[in-house]
């Protein structure tokens, strides 16, 4: 099984209504939305959900305000500002404390200290994660919560589950709608992939983030090849940034220009070569079939 990894050095780009339209275009692959953050290839695919788990990726402190004698020592021990003396009397003092989930970083440190032990340290729940049936085939997708941490693992989470769907049921391809940027949640995007599509846009912000994303997948050894979205809107841009691709070694697979059929197709609820056979079609046909040579 081939793992392709689509992802961009800033959102906008428009990494997922091409991982959409690949979507449509692939025969036997399995699908993984990992951009838990910010998830909308649903928004396209429509998928039916069979299966969701819960996403335990962090603790959270909870003061216990029957066993709390209100000496101090967690608001003293943490340095986040978590610990607020604002929580209900009991029968030893007329008022305790209470933790801000909000703020809480999970550290733990206030349960080590606290010499009454009344305060949990526990798992909480920070999202879920979905299997579905899509039009295109199977799909694991997953929504952190708002203010939720620890997103990167329910990445890896994610590609877990659906490299084992794809391997159970005899897929030869898995296709990953990854996290836009550089940081936590992108690495556990390409970690281990076959090859990585960097999808970036003719802007200067555009040619800087790419300029990142290629220096990232370089250094963690990841094949890696780019396509310029909507091209035409600055072609002197786009001419900087298929020299800075060749200076970097990374092969450009296609052009795309822009078509406002691909804002009408998102409408729908369609990806574009579902929704057009026009020219942008045949352009994202050409970037699939330069993909699929780049993965064998």
């Known amino acids: ?48 959900i069979r299966q969701e788990e819960e996403f ?34 009991n029968y030893l003092v007329p008022e305790t404390f209470l933790i801000d989930p909000l703020a809480c970083e999970g550290c733990g440190v206030c349960a080590h200290f606290c010499e009454d032990k009344a305060i949990k340290f526990r798992e909480v729940v920070d999202g879920e994660l979905f299997i579905s049936d899509t039009r295109c085939g199977p799909m694991v997708h997953a929504r952190l919560n708002v203010g939720g941490e620890n997103s990167g693992k329910l990445v890896t989470r994610v590609r877990t589950v659906a490299r084992e769907l794809a391997e159970s049921n005899g897929r030869d391809l898995l296709i990953v709608d990854g996290s836009p940027g550089i940081g936590c949640p992108v690495i556990a995007s390409v970690t281990g992939a076959d ?31 780019v396509c310029i979205n909507k091209w035409d809107i600055n072609p002197e841009i786009t001419a900087q940034i298929e020299k800075l691709a060749d200076q970097s070694g990374v092969h450009q697979v296609g052009k795309i220009g822009y078509d406002k ?18 020219s942008i079609a045949q352009e994202i046909n050409a970037l699939w079939r330069n993909v699929v040579y780049e993965l064998a």
Do not use: W
């Not at 059929?261 to 026009?278: C, D, F, I, N, P």
């Open 261 to 278: 059929r691909v804002t009408a197709a998102q409408l729908m609820k369609s990806s574009v070569v579902e929704y057009t056979g026009g």
């Open 1 to 48: 099984m081939k793992e392709l990894v689509v992802i961009s050095g800033k959102g906008g780009t428009g990494k997922t209504s091409i991982v959409a339209s690949f979507a449509a275009l692939s025969k036997n692959a399995v699908l993984a939305d990992c951009d838990v953050d910010a998830a909308d290839l649903h928004l396209v695919l429509e998928p039916k």
């Open 56 to 89: 335990k990726g962090g603790k959270k402190a909870k003061i216990i305000s029957a066993a709390c004698t209100g000496c101090g020592k967690c608001e003293e021990v943490c340095r986040f500002n978590a610990v607020l003396r604002d929580g209900p009397p």
């Open 195 to 225: 090859l990585v599509l960097v999808v970036t846009e003719p802007t200067r912000s555009g040619m800087h983030d790419l300029e990142r994303v290629v220096k990232l997948t370089g250094f963690m050894k990841i094949p890696t090849v």
